[in-house]
């Protein structure tokens, strides 16, 4: 290795794994994603997850183990608010508890706030585009910075573009306008492939609506605790087809440019990205239909991670985290290939200018996907009858990354 390659990944850069509550805890019973389970037709249940909820530590112990230094994890706000106003201390000594455990491991904790699930009843009062929903969303928050010492990131949301695009079927179910709920990440038959890798793109009264609240709630953050505030974009690396970047820059605004305008202000910004896709004359092109396309019908695209952490600091010139990067498949040496690719994508766009704190890869386990158990994202498998922990090859393979900083993927550029 060279000093110019070491450079691109400088000291300190967090290295890890990202997670989601409703995904791996288990028995969210009062979640609005617990309800919709059995409500939608075509969804498997969560059940009882991977049963991380107790195995928390055991699930940080594999990425500490492996030379990681960084774990990104949700606090779940249906368990610690299961009733308007009625806070569970055990809840939220829970998770200061795990908060305490990543530390004890030398993991660097990156807390998310809301990662796509909220209290049922916060639902029932009509959730994000609820005229309380605002209040409540403070109130809930200005309750977790209790438990946030020594924390020094904090997503407030998780992929709000996602987040809006699923109000926006919500409401379209509501209206009899959809028939059956899509998963983001649907398994399955190549139609409902199709349909999971070209979800509709937000419209902007939505997205204005979850730009509002986070605005509502990251002052709220930043003063009650140490905290750099943030939240997470689901980043496309929209190209256009020749002659339709007009339509690009549409697309784009809607789809993510509007939440990366969001974020001005913010302390730093989560950039999450699996593939690309292009964008022409009637808006976003169906993936192709190739053999190496993904487990949701995605393009492989591990190019398209410096693709969204260049147009992401080009936006917002914020501090980046890659807060989430992978790719479903059952072929791990694929998925070492992919992200040895992304890496360097990544390593190009620091070496020209954005300035990128972390890599955390999505994800630590094979979860829950929102409807489904089919895709499989993890660097570690999980048996679901016993709950057994299997670390895949890729997982000490990012943590060889890690212990060198990076040069295990970028040193045969120099």
Known sequence: MNENTMSAFPARFLWGASTAPHQIEGNNINSDWWARESLMPGMEPSGDALDSYHRYREDMELLADAGCTAYRFGIEWARIEPRPGQI?????????????????????????????????????????????????????????????????????????????????????????????????????????????????????????????????????????????????????????????????????????????????????????SYSSQQVDANGLVPHPERPDNTQTGAAYRPDALGMAVRHAWEVTGLPILVTENGIATSDDDRRIAYTTDALRGLSAAMADGADVHGYLHWSLLDNYEWGHWEPTFGLAAVDRETFERKAKPSLAWLGSVARTNGAAVTESLS
Do not use: C
């Open 88 to 272: 569970s201390r055990a809840e939220l000594a829970h998770y200061r508890r795990m908060i305490d455990t990543a530390l004890e491991l030398g993991l660097e904790p990156v807390i998310t706030l809301q990662h796509f699930t909220s209290p049922r009843w916060f639902a029932e009062e009509g959730g994000w585009l609820g005229e309380k929903a605002a209040a409540r969303f403070a109130s809930f928050v200005t309750t977790a910075t209790h438990i946030l010492d020594g924390v020094q990131w904090v997503a407030t949301m998780n992929e709000p573009n996602m987040q809006a695009m699923m109000v926006m079927l919500q409401e379209a179910m509501r209206s009899g306008q959809l028939a059956e709920w899509q998963s983001p990440t649907v398994d399955g038959e190549a139609q409902r492939e199709r349909i999971a890798a070209n979800l509709p793109v937000p419209e902007p009264r939505f997205g204005h609506r979850m730009v509002e609240l986070h605005h509502a709630v990251r002052d709220i953050v930043r003063e009650r605790t140490g905290a750099k505030v943030g939240w997470t974009i689901a980043n496309g690396a929209l190209t256009a087809t020749p002659g339709n970047e007009e339509k690009l820059a549409e697309v784009r605004y809607a789809y993510e440019d509007l939440y990366l305008e969001g974020s001005r202000g913010d302390d730093w910004i989560g950039v999450q």
